[in-house]
C-alpha cells in the first residue's frame, strides 16, 4: 500500500521507467496508417517486432475511450480488455473477441502516425538516472523523466521499444522532427462511480447516467498486499505529488529504516497523480513503469498509467463513489 498523507498538499510518485534501447525492425508510419484491424487474429505478429495493424488497434481503442494502457503493437491482455471495454461502451456482446462489428465502430480515416517537432521544452528537466533505492531518490530534487524519447513515449502513450522503431535514427535533439502516433484528446466528462475490478484488472469510470466513460488497465493490490475491500470515496486530488515513504506504516524498501520524502516527478513511486480515497492511506495513482501494468502487483493501491490516472483525475471531484469489486470483464455495472 502506498503511504500517503491524507490532507492535500500530499507525497507520492513513480518508480524509475526502464528506458532501453530497441531492437525492433524500423516501423514505417505508412505501415501503421494503411494497416487493416481486421487481419489481427488471423496472422500471427512477429514476437518481438510492433505489429502495425495493433498499434492501429491499440490508437483506435484509445480514441474511444477504452485504453489499452502502453501502445506496444503486442496484441496482449491489456489489449483484449480494451476491446472489451470498448464492447461494453457501445452495448455490445462483452467476448473481448475483436469481431467485424467491433473493427467496423473503431476505424476511422484520421491518420494514427503524425509527425512532431522536438521542442526546447522536451529536453528541459531530464535526469541522468533514478535510482533504485529510496534513500538515493530521496536525496534527487526532482524524478523526471531521463530522455526526451521516454517523455515523447508517455506523452503519446506509446512504448519506448515503438517510438525508438518509428525513429531509429533519431536522437530526439529539439528541432528534430519525428513520427509519434495520436492518440487523441483526454476524454472529457463528469464521473460519478468508479468501479475497480480486482478479477479483469480494470477500472471502469460510470456517468451519473449509468453509461460507461472510460476503461483502463489497472494493478489493484497484490497477493501480499491486497486492495480494500467495499465502497470508499475520492478525498481529493494531487498532481504532481511528493512521496512519504513510512516503512513502519507500510513496506519495506531495501535498508531503508526511516521516514523519506521523496521528490515529484513522473518516474517516482506513484507518478503523475494520486486519487486520494477516504480510506486512509488508498489511492489511484500513476507508475513510472507503465509497461508493468495489471503485470506487476501493487501495495494495495489502484495503479494506472500515467496518463490514464491524468484523464481519470481531469473527470472526478472529492465524493465520487469508488466500489472495490469481482465481476466478469468490463461488464456494465
Known amino acids: 500500500m502506498s503511504s500517503m498523507k491524507t490532507a492535500l498538499p500530499m507525497s507520492l510518485l513513480a518508480l524509475a521507467c526502464s528506458v532501453g534501447g530497441a531492437a525492433a525492425r524500423e516501423l514505417r508510419p505508412e505501415e501503421i496508417n494503411t494497416a487493416s484491424i481486421a487481419s489481427i487474429g488471423t496472422e500471427k505478429p512477429a514476437p518481438r517486432d510492433p505489429d502495425p495493424a495493433i498499434v492501429r488497434l491499440q490508437v483506435l481503442l484509445d480514441r474511444a475511450g477504452s485504453s489499452p494502457g502502453v501502445i506496444d503493437g503486442h496484441y496482449g491482455d491489456n489489449a483484449k480488455k480494451a476491446v472489451a471495454g470498448f464492447e461494453a461502451m457501445n452495448n455490445l456482446p462483452v467476448d473481448g473477441r475483436l469481431d467485424p462489428e467491433v473493427a467496423s465502430r473503431l476505424e476511422g480515416n484520421a491518420p ?170 488508498y489511492g489511484i495513482h500513476g507508475t513510472p513503469e507503465p509497461k508493468l501494468i495489471d503485470k506487476v502487483g501493487s501495495h494495495g493501491c489502484v495503479r494506472l498509467t500515467n496518463w490514464d490516472v491524468e484523464e481519470l483525475a481531469g473527470m472526478v471531484k472529492p465524493g465520487v463513489m469508488v466500489d472495490f469489486v469481482n465481476r466478469n470483464p468490463a461488464t456494465p455495472k
Open 112 to 281: 494514427i502516425v503524425e509527425s512532431y517537432v522536438v521542442s526546447a521544452e522536451d529536453a528541459a528537466g531530464l535526469v541522468d538516472k533514478i535510482p533504485e533505492d529510496y534513500g538515493e531518490k530521496a536525496k534527487m530534487q526532482s524524478l523526471g523523466y531521463t530522455s526526451v524519447a521516454e517523455k515523447l513515449s508517455e506523452r503519446f502513450h506509446m512504448g519506448i521499444d515503438l517510438i525508438h522503431a518509428l525513429n531509429p535514427a533519431s536522437q530526439f535533439a529539439p528541432g528534430d522532427t519525428v513520427w509519434v502516433v495520436n492518440p487523441g484528446p483526454p476524454r472529457q466528462g463528469k464521473v460519478k462511480k468508479i468501479d475497480a475490478d480486482r478479477r479483469t484488472g480494470q477500472v471502469l469510470a460510470y456517468a451519473a447516467d449509468g453509461s460507461l466513460l472510460a476503461v483502463y488497465p489497472a494493478t489493484i493490490g497484490s497477493q501480499d498486499n491486497p486492495a480494500p475491500s467495499g465502497k470508499h470515496k475520492v478525498k481529493g486530488v494531487a498532481r504532481m505529488p511528493v512521496y512519504r515513504y513510512d516503512p513502519k506504516r507500510n513496506f519495506k524498501q531495501g535498508k531503508n529504516d526511516k521516514v523519506l520524502t521523496i521528490p515529484k516527478g513522473p518516474n517516482g513511486p506513484v507518478g503523475t497523480v494520486w486519487i486520494d480515497l477516504t480510506e486512509p492511506t
